[in-house]
C-alpha cells in the first residue's frame, strides 16, 4: 500500500501544482535584468515561516522525507526553495510549501495573506493541528492553483474561497474528517468557480449537500474526487455523461443511490471507482461495451445488477480492476485472462471457490494480484510463473495448503507476500529465502512449524515480517542481518530457549512482539537500548529476573504480563515520556510500593499492575494525572489505604479495576466525574458505607462489581432518568445490603431487556491500541477469571447479603439475563412465574432463602439453562418434568422438606408426578479444556460453597450454547490485525479500498 500511496501523492502534487506552470514566470529563468523580490514580501514570507515552531515528534504525514524549510534572510525570496516570481516585476506568484512539516495554526492575521499577486498555493501534507481555514483565503483574487490536500484543518470550508473565480484546481482532501462544507458554501462554489478543471473533495463532510447539485459544477471539469463525503440520495446519470469529466472517485459514499447509465458514456472518463455506493451497476454486454475509454475502474462492495463477469474480459484497455467485496461465487472466469494490460487485479472477498483458473498466460503486466478472503484451495495456476513483473501477492484467508508453495520460486520480482490465515502445515520452504526484494512477508494464521530457514536472513529488503500465530521452534541464526526490518511479529508460536541478543542489532526496529512463546530466562538488557524501538510485547513467556533500566526514550508501548519477573519497577521505566501503555501484571514476585513517579507519564492510556506484589497506597494522584488514562487496572495486588479520591473533570477513564487489595474508607463521590466509565470492579476489599448511589449518574456504565465488601444500609430507587440503563453485569453480593430487591433499578436496566446476540468481546475503543477487557466472576458456583468478557454477557448478582420481601415480577423482563444468583437473602413468597421469560438463562440460583410454593412449570422452558439451585427454601409439590429439569440432581432440591418427585427419593401422593427416567446426554468436552480464555477454582468456606460443590457436576454435562462456544476463540486475532493496521500505509492520503 505505501507504494501506491507514495506513487499517487506524487502524481496529485505533480498535476496539482506544476502541470500548468508557465516557464516565463520560473525563478529558475531569472537573469541579471529582473527585478528582485520586494522586501515587503520577503518579510512576509519569512514572518509567516517564523510563526511555525518545527513539531517536537516526528510528523505522521506521508512525506518520504518531509522537507524542512530553509530561507536565508537577506538573500533574493525568489531563490528561495519553493518559491516563484513573476518574471518581470519580481512579486512572489507561487508557493510550494508541501511537505515541509509546518505544524500549528494558521491564523487568519497570518502575513501569508499580504501576498496578494499569488497564483499558485501548495500547502498540502503539513499539519496545521485542526484550525480552520481562514476566509482571509478568498483575498487572493488571483489564484488559480489551491492545494490544501492533507494538511489537518477542520471546521466549515469557509463560502470566501468562492470568490477565487479564477480557480482552476481546488484540493481540500484528506483533512481531519471533521472539514465540512455546507450546502450555501457548496452552490456558491459551483456558481463561481466557472473555470475549475480539478475538484478534489475526497473526505470532506457533505452530508448536507444534495447530490444532483454536482451537475452544477463548471463543465470543464476534468477531475471530482468526491470519496467518503457522507454523499446521501439520488445521483443524475448525467453526471456520467459530461464531456470533459476523465476521473471520478465517489469511493465509499454508502447511502449515494441511482444508477449506472448504460449508453452514450463520455468518451473521455478513464478513472471510474464506485465502490461501495448502491449506485445500481448492470452486467449487460450494451452496458459494459461503452467504457471502452475507461483504464482504472473500481467497482468493489457494489450493487450489481446480474452477476456476467465474463463481460469484463470485453474491457481490453483496463490497467487496474478493482472488483472486492461483491460475493460473486463460483469461479473467477477465464474471460478476465483477456485484459493483457492489467497491472492491478483485485478479487478480495467474493466467496471464489476451487483453484484459481489458469488466466495468467498473457498477463505479463501485472503487478498487483489481490485474491484474499476467498475460499480457493489446492495449487497455484502454472501460468502465475509468467507473472515476471508481480511485486505484490495476496492470498490471505483462503484454503491453500502445502502445495502452492513451489510456485513462488519464479516470481523474482516479489515485494510483498502475504500467505495469513489459510492451512499451510509443512515447514517453512527455504525457497522463500530467495525472494531477496521481499520487503512485506506474511504468514501468520497457519500451522508452520519447525525452524524459521537460515536463508531469510538474505531477505535484507524486509521491512515487515509476520510469523505469528504457527508452530515454529527457531529463529534464523543471523537474524541480525534483516537490518532494514521495522516490524517483528513472532507471537503465539513455540520458540524457546533465551531470547536471542542479536535481535537488539536491528536498529530500526519499531515493533517487536515475541509474546505468547516459551521464551525463558531473563530479558536481554541491550533491548532497552534500541534506538527506535516504541512497542514491546514479551508477555506469556517464561521469563524472569530483573527488569533492566531502559536506556532509550523510544518505547510507547511495553507489555511484560504473565511471567515470573521479580524486584521492583525501574525509575527508567517511568521516565519514558512517550509511553503510551504499561502493562506488568500477572508477575506475582513485582513487589514494592507503585511510586507517584508514575503520575508523570503524561501520555499514559493503560496502566495494567493487576495480579502482581505490589503493596503500600495507591498514589492519589492516579485519579487525574492524566486526561489520556483510560484504563486503570490494579487489582489481585497487596494494596491498602483509600481509593484515590480525586477523579478530575473530563477524564477519559473506561476501565478502573481495584479489585482484590485491602483498600478501605468509602467509594469517593468524585467518580461521577468518569462520565466514560464503562468498568467499575472494587470487589474483594474492605470498602465501607451505603451503595454509592451516584453511580447511576455514569451514562456509559456497562459492569459494576463491588463484591465481598462491608457495604451496608439499602438501596433507593434511581434519581435520574435512564439511570443505569446500559448495565451488563451488576455484582453485589457477599455484602451487608439489606431491605428489599431494588425493583426500580430492574426497571432501568434496558440493555439486560434486549437479546444482544454481539458476538465480541468489551473493549477500549479509539486508544493508539486496544484493550481488552477482564474480570473475575463467580460463575456457575465457582470462581472464574474471564480474560475477556463477550458484550453478551449478562449477570445479576445479589446473593449472600440481607434482602427482604418477595421477589419482584419486573425481574422478568431481563430476557438476555444469563446468570441470576438471588441465593442466601431472606426473600419470601414464591417464585416469580415470569422468571420464565428469561429465555437466555443458563444459570439460576435462588438457594437458601425462605421462598415458598410450588416451583413455577414456566421453567421449564428455559432450555439453556444448566445449573439450578433452589436448595434450603421452603418450597414443596412436585418438581416440573421434562428439558433440562431432567438433568439437574439431588443438591438442587435439598433442604425443601415438601418436594417430591424426580430426582428425589420422595414420590408425591396420588400419582401427580409423571417423571421419566433422565435423558441420557452426550458427555461434552471438559470446559477446563485448553484455549478457553478463562480458568475456575472451586470457591471459599462460607457463602457459596455448597452451591459451588453440588452444581460442578451440571456445568460439565450440560449444553453449551452458541455464546459460550464463540467466547472460547481468542480476540487476539483482532488485536493483531488492529496493530498491523494501524502501520500500514494508506492509499490516497487516508482512503483505503
Known amino acids: 500500500m505505501m507504494g501506491s500511496s507514495l506513487l499517487l501523492a506524487q502524481f496529485l502534487c505533480l498535476l496539482f501544482f506544476h502541470s500548468h506552470s508557465q516557464p ?9 535584468s529582473v527585478q528582485l523580490c520586494p522586501g515587503d514580501q520577503s518579510l512576509a514570507l519569512l514572518q509567516f515561516k517564523n510563526s511555525f515552531p518545527m513539531p517536537s515528534s516526528p510528523s505522521t504525514l506521508p512525506c518520504y522525507p518531509p522537507e524542512k524549510v530553509l530561507w536565508k534572510e537577506g538573500t533574493d525570496c525568489c531563490t528561495w526553495d519553493g518559491v516563484t516570481c513573476n518574471i518581470k516585476t519580481g512579486h512572489v506568484i507561487g508557493l510550494d510549501l508541501g511537505c515541509s512539516m509546518l505544524y500549528g495554526t494558521l491564523h487568519s492575521n497570518s502575513t501569508l495573506f499580504s501576498l496578494h499577486h499569488l497564483q499558485k498555493l501548495n500547502l498540502s501534507y503539513n499539519d496545521f493541528n485542526r484550525s480552520v481555514i481562514s476566509s482571509s483565503f478568498g ?111 465517489l469511493w465509499s459514499n454508502e447511502g449515494l443511490t441511482g444508477s449506472f447509465p448504460q449508453y452514450n458514456l463520455s468518451n473521455a472518463l478513464s478513472h471510474l471507482d464506485l465502490s461501495y455506493t448502491r449506485i445500481s451497476i448492470h452486467l449487460e454486454p450494451d452496458s459494459i461495451s461503452h467504457l471502452k475509454s475507461v483504464e482504472k ?105 502445502s502445495q502452492i508453495l513451489n510456485e513462488f520460486s519464479n516470481l523474482t520480482e516479489l515485494t510483498e507476500l502475504d500467505l495469513s490465515y489459510n492451512k499451510f502445515d509443512v515447514q517453512i520452504p527455504s525457497l522463500l529465502g530467495n525472494l531477496k526484494k521481499l520487503n512485506s512477508l506474511t504468514l501468520s494464521f497457519n500451522k508452520f512449524f519447525g525452524k524459521i530457514p537460515d536463508n531469510f536472513a538474505n531477505l535484507t529488503h524486509l521491512t515487515w515480517l509476520d510469523l505469528s500465530y504457527n508452530r515454529l521452534t527457531g529463529l534464523p541464526h543471523q537474524i541480525n542481518r534483516l537490518t532494514g526490518l521495522t516490524t517483528l511479529f513472532l507471537s503465539n508460536n513455540q520458540l524457546i530457549g533465551h531470547i536471542p541478543s542479536l535481535l537488539s542489532r536491528l536498529s530500526d526496529l519499531n515493533i517487536l512482539d515475541l509474546s505468547h512463546n516459551f521464551f525463558n530466562g531473563t530479558i536481554p538488557s541491550s533491548l532497552f537500548c534500541m534506538p527506535s524501538l516504541q512497542f514491546l510485547l514479551l508477555n506469556n513467556n517464561l521469563l524472569y529476573g530483573h527488569i533492566s533500566p531502559f536506556l532509550c526514550n523510544s518505547l510507547q508501548y511495553i507489555n511484560f504480563s504473565h511471567n515470573k519477573l521479580y524486584g521492583q519497577i525501574p525509575p527508567s521505566v517511568l521516565k519514558l515520556e512517550h509511553l503510551k501503555v504499561l502493562m506488568l501484571s500477572s508477575n506475582d514476585k513485582l513487589i514494592g510500593n507503585i511510586s507517584s513517579v508514575i503520575c508523570e507519564l503524561k501520555f499514559l492510556e493503560i496502566l495494567d499492575l493487576s495480579n502482581s506484589g505490589f503493596s503500600g497506597f ?155 477487557y477482564s474480570v473475575k466472576l463467580a460463575w456457575k458456583g465457582f470462581e472464574v477469571e474471564f480474560s475477556k468478557i463477550q458484550i453478551a454477557l449478562t449477570i445479576l448478582d445479589l446473593s449472600c447479603n440481607k434482602f427482604t420481601g418477595k421477589i419482584p415480577e419486573s425481574l422478568g423482563k431481563l430476557k438476555s439475563l444469563i446468570q441470576l444468583n438471588l441465593s442466601h437473602n431472606s426473600l419470601i413468597g414464591y417464585i416469580q412465574p415470569s422468571l420464565g421469560n428469561l429465555t437466555n438463562l443458563e444459570s439460576l440460583d435462588l438457594s437458601s432463602n425462605l421462598l415458598a410454593g410450588r416451583i413455577p412449570q414456566q421453567l421449564v422452558d428455559l432450555k439453556y439453562l444448566q445449573v439450578l439451585n433452589l436448595s434450603y427454601n421452603q418450597l414443596e409439590g412436585p418438581i416440573p418434568v421434562g428439558k433440562q429439569f431432567n438433568t439437574f440432581e439431588n443438591g438442587s432440591y435439598e433442604g425443601n422438606l415438601g418436594l417430591c418427585g424426580f430426582p428425589l427419593q420422595v414420590k408425591c401422593n396420588k400419582g401427580e408426578e409423571q417423571q421419566p427416567p433422565p435423558s441420557n446426554f452426550e458427555k461434552e468436552d471438559s470446559m477446563f479444556g485448553e484455549g478457553l480464555g478463562w480458568k475456575a477454582v472451586a470457591m471459599g468456606y462460607g457463602c457459596g460453597f455448597v452451591v459451588g460443590v453440588s452444581i460442578g457436576y451440571v456445568v460439565f454435562r450440560a449444553r453449551k450454547p452458541a455464546w459460550f462456544v464463540k467466547m472460547v476463540e481468542d480476540s487476539a486475532h483482532q488485536n493483531a490485525k488492529r496493530l498491523r493496521r494501524k502501520n500500514a500505509p494508506a492509499r490516497n492520503g487516508g482512503r483505503r479500498h
Open 24 to 32: 516565463t514566470h520560473s525563478s529558475s529563468n531569472f537573469s541579471s
Open 139 to 249: 483575498q487572493f483574487l488571483h489564484l488559480t492553483h489551491l492545494n490544501l490536500n492533507s494538511s489537518n484543518f477542520a471546521g466549515q470550508v469557509p463560502p470566501e474561497i468562492s470568490h477565487l473565480s479564477r480557480l482552476v484546481s481546488l484540493g481540500l482532501s484528506s483533512n481531519s474528517g471533521e472539514l465540512m462544507l455546507e450546502p450555501i458554501s457548496f452552490n456558491k462554489l459551483a456558481q463561481n468557480l466557472t473555470q475549475l478543471r480539478e475538484l478534489y473533495l475526497g473526505g470532506v463532510n457533505m452530508s448536507l449537500v444534495v447530490p444532483s447539485s454536482l451537475m452544477n459544477l463548471s463543465s470543464s471539469l476534468s477531475y471530482l474526487q468526491l470519496w467518503r463525503c457522507g454523499l446521501k440520495g439520488d445521483l443524475p446519470d448525467n453526471l456520467f455523461r459530461r464531456s470533459n469529466l476523465q476521473w471520478l472517485d
Open 297 to 401: 475502474l473500481y467497482l468493489s462492495g457494489c450493487n450489481f445488477v446480474g452477476s456476467n463477469l465474463d463481460l469484463f474480459g470485453n474491457l481490453t484497455q483496463l490497467i487496474e480492476l478493482g472488483l472486492a467485496g461483491n460475493q460473486f461465487g463460483g469461479q473467477i472466469p477465464f474471460s478476465l485472462g483477456k485484459l493483457k494490460q492489467l497491472e492491478h487485479l483485485d478479487l478480495r472477498n467474493n466467496n471464489f471457490i476451487g483453484p484459481i483458473p489458469d488466466i495468467f498466460v498473457n498477463q505479463t503486466q501485472l503487478a498487483w494480484l489481490r485474491l484474499s478472503d476467498n475460499n480457493f484451495q489446492g495449487h497455484l495456476p502454472f501460468s502465475l510463473r509468467n507473472l515476471k513483473q508481480l511485486s505484490r501477492l495476496q492470498l490471505s484467508a483462503n484454503n491453500f495448503t
Open 618 to 772: 495507591i498514589p492519589q494522584c492516579l485519579g487525574n494525572f492524566s486526561y489520556g488514562l483510560s484504563v486503570l487496572h490494579l487489582g489481585g495486588n497487596n494494596l491498602h489505604g483509600n481509593i484515590p479520591s480525586i477523579y478530575s473533570e473530563g477524564n477519559s477513564l473506561r476501565y478502573l479495576n481495584f479489585n482484590g487489595n485491602k483498600l478501605k474508607g468509602v467509594i469517593p463521590p468524585s467518580i461521577i466525574n468518569c462520565v466514560n466509565l464503562e468498568f467499575l470492579d472494587l470487589s474483594n476489599n474492605m470498602i465501607d458505607g451505603t451503595f454509592p448511589s451516584f453511580l447511576e449518574t455514569l451514562p456509559k456504565l456497562k459492569v459494576v462489581i463491588l463484591r465481598s465488601n462491608k457495604l451496608h444500609g439499602s438501596l433507593k430507587g434511581p434519581t435520574v432518568k435512564d439511570a443505569f440503563s446500559k448495565l451488563q453485569i451488576f455484582d453485589l453480593s457477599n455484602n451487608n445490603l439489606s431491605g428489599p430487591l431494588p425493583t426500580e433499578y430492574f426497571n432501568n436496566f434496558k440493555a439486560i431487556m434486549s437479546v444482544d446476540q454481539d458476538m465480541d468481546y468489551m473493549r477500549t475503543h479509539n486508544l493508539s491500541t486496544t484493550y481488552v
